[in-house]
């Protein structure tokens, strides 16, 4: 038997905003498949892509930047 799953919805449709590191242990053809089941869902998506650095950099001791930290927050 089939469960019915409820259509997700926002309140007052708000697009969500989301992080995508697109490079960060998927290839970049999953994240394009991930984007492309979403929009085809219907849900109010707007991607914020970051990437994940080849240096450390020194505001966040780490291969983030500031500006992916805050994004994911």
Not at 8 to 36: H, M, N, Y
Not at 38 to 52: R, S
Request: hydrophobic share 40%.
């Amino acid at each position: 038997m089939a469960s019915a799953v409820a259509p997700f919805s926002t309140e007052s449709g708000e697009t969500i905003r989301a992080t995508l590191f697109p490079r960060d242990g998927i290839g970049p053809e999953i994240a394009e498949s991930v984007k492309q089941v979403f929009n085809v869902a219907g849900l109010p998506i707007e991607w914020e892509e970051h990437y994940v650095g080849t240096e450390v950099d020194p505001r966040t001791e780490s291969f983030l930047t500031w500006e992916s930290l805050e994004s994911v927050r």
